[in-house]
């Protein structure tokens, strides 16, 4: 089993910048694949960003050139540095796992507003 708390979240200004950090419970973390998703009421959950075990990243195409996602294997965390925020980048951020056995996991979520 796998838990992920959330952090970092809050209201920014257009142009600003957050950090948002995840942290895991569970053994084998450095076999997983990280990553953060974006929900907005109304829309499709969608992708922000992933990181492999490996450390190739993947991001969506509206967040590419502005947010980095950065993994700690040592701490059992994963990071999003998220820079020139605008308005549409609001919404509550989710941490993800999948395990080297395919388990899936959600943290609760943190919610990030960008006022314009």
């Known amino acids: 089993q796998v838990q992920l708390v959330e952090s970092g979240g809050g209201l920014v200004q257009a142009g600003g910048s957050l950090r948002l950090s995840c942290a895991a419970s569970?053994?084998?973390?450095?076999?997983?694949?990280l990553g953060w998703y974006r929900q907005v009421p109304g829309k499709q959950r969608e992708l922000v960003a992933q990181?492999?075990?490996?450390?190739?990243?993947n991001y969506g195409d509206s967040v590419k050139g502005r947010f980095t996602i950065s993994r700690d294997n040592a701490k059992n965390t994963v990071d999003l540095q998220m820079s020139s925020l605008n308005p549409e980048d609001t919404g509550v951020y989710l941490c993800?796992?999948?395990?080297?056995?395919?388990?899936?996991?959600w943290g609760q979520g943190t919610q990030v507003t960008v006022s314009s």
């Open positions: 993800w796992v999948r395990t080297y056995a395919a388990n899936e996991y």
């Open positions: 569970g053994s084998c973390f450095r076999l997983s694949t």
């Open positions: 990181i492999t075990s490996g450390f190739l990243r």
